[in-house]
Nanobody, 125 residues
């Protein structure tokens, strides 16, 4: 079993930055590929970014490419999402997820085994 706890959400003005963190516990963190997803009010959950076990490979949704950066620190059992140049359309609850089987990066949420509770990000215009 793996527990994931997100933090770092909040209210920020458009153009601002936030860094989300996701702390994992319960199993060896370095064996998981990790991802970030988000769900805006009234919309379906969507993929944001993913990172491989070692951090060598990453993937991003087109909507965040060039503005968001995913990274991980396996020594701290933590994955991060640095969000810059935030836009009102980035407003959502952000979830981190762990993929215990993937060797690379997965954009499909069905490929993840464990999910955090989410952290809310609100971007004001």
């Amino acid at each position: 079993q793996v527990q994931l706890v997100e933090s770092g959400g909040g209210l920020v003005q458009a153009g601002g930055s936030l860094r989300l963190s996701c702390a994992a516990s319960g199993r060896t963190f370095s064996t998981f590929a990790m991802g970030w997803f988000r769900q805006a009010p009234g919309k379906e959950r969507e993929f944001v970014a993913a990172i491989s076990r070692t951090g060598i490979s990453t993937a991003y949704a087109d909507s965040v490419k060039g503005r968001f950066t995913i990274s991980r620190d396996n020594a701290k059992n933590t994955v991060y999402l640095q969000m810059n140049s935030l836009k009102p359309e980035d407003t959502a609850v952000y979830y981190c997820a762990a993929d215990s089987y993937g060797a690379g990066v997965t954009r499909n949420g069905n490929g993840y085994d464990y999910w955090g509770q989410g952290t809310r990000v609100t971007v004001s215009s």
